[in-house]
């Protein structure tokens, strides 16, 4: 398990999708959770940086677990999520910061995406006002942005976590090179009148 740890957390580094010592993910394993170390480096991640922490229950090793070990349980209780991977992509939050939900123009982010809804709240980071809202919106999307902050992506595996989070970025990047040069998109994508549906 810590060889998926180690090889998610290098490329989401890799990718730009978090800086050096942001981001955190986690794996459920029956009534446990294995999530990153609190202030971990992803890139870098050795088996110390991997905790084993209960599903419902604190223990001893709560104050080393993620700051968003709240928001990662509430999902893993609400959903049938097996991974979670959280990161701050830079293109991906300034979308989130003007747009209530993103709508990927490209072929790639319509297609695994469609959309992808962004959400508000006013404690941003490892709140129960997260956890309430992430729990509640994952139960209908597998990734949710979290504004000014960034996505929380879901799957049976970490790996797909982090390519949704990856098409997103892709997806954002796009969108906002396209918006800045001021010109109309020309429609290209045969059905699209239900791309931004679902």
């Known amino acids: 398990m810590i060889d998926q740890f180690r090889a998610i957390g290098r490329d989401l580094f890799v990718a730009g999708l978090l800086s050096s010592h942001g981001g955190n993910m986690s794996v459920r394993m029956g009534d446990r959770i294995l999530i990153t170390r609190r202030g971990s480096m992803l890139a870098r991640l050795e088996e110390r940086d991997i905790i084993d922490i209960g599903l419902e229950h604190n ?4 104050t080393l677990a993620s700051t968003e070990i709240v928001v990662h349980r509430a999902i893993y209780q609400a959903t049938s999520a097996l991974a979670i991977v959280h990161t701050h992509p830079p293109y991906a939050i300034v979308q989130s910061l003007y747009k209530d939900e993103i709508v990927p123009i490209d072929s790639e982010g319509s297609y695994l995406l469609r959309k992808v809804p962004v959400v508000a709240t006013e404690l941003t980071v490892g709140s ?8 509640r919106w994952l139960k209908e999307y597998d990734l949710v ?7 929380f992506a879901i799957g049976h595996l970490l790996e797909e976590a982090y390519q949704l989070t990856s098409v997103l970025e892709q997806a ?8 800045s040069s001021g010109e109309r998109v020309k429609e290209y994508r045969k059905g699209s009148d ?3 549906t679902w």
């Not at 129960?128 to 729990?135: F, L, N, Y």
């Not at 942005?145 to 996505?151: A, E, I, N, Q, S």
């Not at 954002?172 to 918006?179: Q, R, S, V, Y």
């Open 59 to 62: 223990d001893a090793n709560v």
């Open 128 to 135: 129960t006002e997260v956890a309430e809202i992430m729990a």
């Open 145 to 151: 942005m979290l504004r000014g902050h960034g996505p």
């Open 172 to 179: 954002c990047k796009i969108l906002t090179i396209a918006e």
């Open 194 to 196: 239900r791309y931004g």
